[in-house]
Nanobody, 122 residues
Framework: VQLQAFGGGLVQAGDSLRLSCTAS????????VGWFRQAPGKEREFVAAISWSGGTTEYANSVKGRFSISRDNAKNMVYLQMNSLNDQDTAVYYCAARLLAITTISGLYDYWGQGTELTVSS
């Protein structure tokens, strides 16, 4: 599976933005997909994840209630809708995939896309 994240950019605090992750491969629908982010000088951290069916999702406490993850398996796409953005959300965002169940541990994801950068200006 090859992943590509896109949709980042420069936004103002309070704005909304949707990131997208596209994948190659006919078996994409079998994969759990997670979003992670890495801010300058910080460790990569878990943001959100969605099961292969879309029936199960999980969020980091820092984004719960503001971010929403979804997927469209027919289009091989996973989305991260981000609302009420603040400067703490500034980071490079990555999507990742694995065949097993949702986990928040980045090292357990097998496939990674290149990141897309989000900058939130206050």
């Amino acid at each position: 599976v090859q992943l590509q994240a896109f949709g980042g950019g420069l936004v103002q605090a309070g704005d909304s933005l949707r990131l997208s992750c596209t994948a190659s491969g006919r078996t994409f629908a079998r994969y759990t997909v997670g979003w992670f982010r890495q801010a300058p000088g910080k460790e990569r951290e878990f943001v959100a994840a969605i099961s292969w069916s879309g029936g199960t999702t999980e969020y980091a406490n820092s984004v719960k209630g503001r971010f929403s993850i979804s997927r469209d398996n027919a289009k091989n796409m996973v989305y991260l809708q981000m609302n009420s953005l603040n400067d703490q959300d500034t980071a490079v965002y990555y999507c990742a995939a694995r065949l097993l169940a949702i986990t928040t541990i980045s090292g357990l994801y097998d496939y990674w896309g290149q990141g897309t950068e989000l900058t939130v200006s206050s």
